[in-house]
Each structure stands twice: as C-alpha cells, then as structure tokens.
C-alpha cells in the first residue's frame, strides 16, 4: 500500500521567514510528486511538481526530491500571511495521469 | 479558459437516498478522475477514466457507487444508497493524459461537491 506521510501541524512561522514543509512516501516505484495547496473549504491548487533529484525553484517556491531517502520538501521564502493554508504532498508511479496518493497535508499558519 | 466545472457544490439529503454529482473536465483533457476527501483528510482516488474507459475502479465501492463518462468529456458519480459515512467533498479532477504529459501530467481540481447525508 503506498503511503504518503506529512506532519499535519499546526506550522506556525513569522511573516517574512522560510516555511520548510516535508513529506515522505513509501513506494519507491514513484516517479512523479507534486505539492498542491488548499485553502479552507476550497479545492486543491497546484503549487509545483518535481520528478528528478534535485532541487526545482518557481518564484518564491523551491521544491526537493530525494529519492534514496524517499523524501520531498517544499520550502517557501518571504512567507505572507497568504500563503497560509494545509499543503497537500501527492505522489504517483505512472507520471502525474495516475491517481494521485496524498499525504494529510500540513497545516500551515504565517504569523503576520 | 474554463476550469473543472463540478455540480452541485452543495448536497444534503438523507441516508438510503440516492445521489449524484457531475462533473465537465477542462476542455481537451483525456483524463478524468473523482476523488473523495474526508475533513483533515489528503483527496483519496475513486476513479480514473482514459476517454470513456474506466482503468482504474479499484478504490470504489461498487455495492453503492458508480460512475460513467459515457462520451469521454462529462462524468456522473453516483452512490445509492447513501450512507452517514459517505459525507464528505466529492473532487472532480481532469489531466491531459500520460501519454500527452508524460512525467509531468498535471491533474487540475474542480470546487467540489460537498455532500452531508443526515
């Protein structure tokens, strides 16, 4: 069974500071991960997506992948009140067109 | 351009009642997908359907739910009879498709349907 693991906070950081958001996943087959965001009561968004080691930067977002440590991150820079919101982790082994296994999420609060 | 368009957003009815939510992809998206998500909860995989055909059914519970794209764009998820524990927000999500993206297949979320069964 796959399993994505995330730590569902509350993540508490100053305005203005790094927001660093984890996660973990079991199947090693996984090939594709994304972090999408999702505010109270709406429906997931799309942050990024990253399927090579590494690091991946888009505006103030940085993903990394670690595949030998099966582990993803997701930190956010000059964090603003909002970017408040629970992030979704979600992994897939087929490319992003199979269902998609998410984590919890993590709850994250910017603290103005 | 247009995004998943999902409706109802909001549904109360009660339990042994019937229910269905539909859902329009993204204009030229192949795949199409329902998720449901419990409160606290990450989406969790019902369906996937590559143009009509269903290739992966194996999280629905079939004794009460179904589904159907029957023309390959619009979908209908349907649970009868609905149960208390089925509450939750059913998610629409629709993708170009693996064999258009590849790796980078991005599933695009419609606002959801926020089901209460009493």
């Known amino acids: 069974q796959k399993e994505v693991e995330q730590n569902s906070g509350p993540l508490s950081v100053p305005e203005g500071a790094i927001a660093s958001l984890n996660c973990t996943y079991s199947?090693?087959?996984?090939?594709?991960f994304f972090w999408y965001r999702q505010y109270s009561g709406k429906s997931p968004e799309l942050i990024m997506f990253?399927?090579?080691?590494g690091d991946k930067e888009d505006g103030r977002f940085t993903a990394q992948l670690n595949k030998a440590s099966q582990y993803v991150s997701l930190l956010i820079r000059d964090s603003q009140p909002s970017d408040s919101a629970t992030y979704l982790c979600?992994?897939?082994?087929?490319?992003?067109?199979?269902?998609?296994?998410f984590g919890k999420g993590t709850h994250l609060i910017i603290q103005p | 351009e247009a995004g998943v368009v999902q409706s109802p957003r909001y549904k109360i009815i009660e339990k042994k009642q019937p229910v269905a939510f539909w859902c329009n992809p993204i204009?030229?998206?192949?795949?199409l997908y329902w998720y449901l998500q419990n409160l606290g909860q990450g989406p969790e995989l019902l369906i996937r359907?590559?143009?009509?055909?269903?290739?992966?059914d194996s999280q629905l519970p079939k004794d009460r739910f179904s589904a159907e794209r029957l023309k390959g764009v619009d979908s209908t998820l349907k649970i009868q009879p609905a149960e208390l524990g089925d509450s939750a927000v059913y998610l629409c999500?629709?993708?170009?498709?693996?064999?258009?993206?590849?790796?980078?297949?991005?599933?695009?979320f419609g606002p959801g349907t926020r089901l209460t069964v009493l």
């Open positions: 199947d090693r087959g996984s090939q594709s």
């Open positions: 979600a992994v897939t082994t087929g490319g992003g067109a199979d269902g998609l296994t």
């Open positions: 999500a629709s993708s170009l498709g693996l064999f258009t993206s590849g790796l980078t297949d991005t599933q695009y």
């Open positions: 990253i399927y090579s080691n």
């Open positions: 204009s030229g998206h192949n795949t």
């Open positions: 359907y590559e143009n009509e055909e269903a290739v992966d």
